[in-house]
């Protein structure tokens, strides 16, 4: 069920306030999120993520077998890949409302991208209508949300478009 917009005012205030929020959102979810992320300047694109070149052996072109992570204390340490099995692209936008400073933690390679046509066995990029890549598929987001005090903790976003990586 869709998170109510009492609920999403509540995260706003918790975030503003210093609280750290993960969001772990598949493609083709209704998750009420838009609203929220967008004050942020996230969105959740809409597609699902197909990579020839990080992909699971011969497996679903969707079964991405992550290997390319930024610099951040959360990657820190990554050597091995990470099983992102449907993802959804996530991007950050200074100009549409954001106001800290997002990081990408693991991106698609260029061969990749984002498949409209749910209905195809075997997605081909299809000019037009699918978005090229590369992708952001997991961020974080550091909020300036006002003076800074040394009592409290800085507000902090980890954004995914997959939650099944979680059981890797």
């Known amino acids: 069920e869709p998170v109510s917009s009492e609920e999403r005012?509540?995260?706003?205030?918790?975030?503003?306030?210093?609280?750290?929020?993960?969001?772990?959102?598949?493609?083709q979810t209704t998750h009420g999120l838009d609203e929220l992320l967008a004050q942020w300047g996230l969105a959740l694109t809409p597609g699902i993520i197909v990579d020839p070149?990080?992909?699971?052996?011969q497996g679903s072109p969707t079964a991405l077998l992550v290997k390319r992570f930024t610099e951040h204390s959360i990657t820190h340490g990554f050597t091995a890949p990470?099983?992102?099995?449907?993802?959804?692209?996530?991007?950050?936008?200074a100009e549409s409302g954001g106001r800290g400073k997002f990081t990408s933690l693991a991106e698609t390679s260029e061969d990749s991208w984002a498949e409209m046509n749910f209905a195809q066995h075997h997605p081909a990029f299809d000019e037009?209508?699918?978005?090229?890549?590369?992708?952001?598929?997991?961020?974080?987001?550091?909020?300036?949300?006002?003076?800074?005090?040394?009592?409290?903790?800085?507000?902090?976003?980890v954004i995914i478009g997959n939650s099944a990586f979680v059981s890797n």
Do not use: C, W
């Open 128 to 157: 037009g209508m699918d978005q090229k890549g590369p992708f952001t598929l997991a961020g974080a987001l550091k909020l300036e949300t006002g003076p800074s005090n040394p009592t409290s903790h800085a507000s902090n976003l």
């Open 9 to 27: 005012d509540q995260l706003s205030q918790f975030v503003l306030m210093g609280g750290r929020l993960l969001h772990l959102i598949d493609p």
């Open 82 to 93: 990470i099983l992102f099995p449907v993802s959804r692209p996530i991007v950050y936008g």
């Open 53 to 57: 070149t990080d992909r699971m052996a």
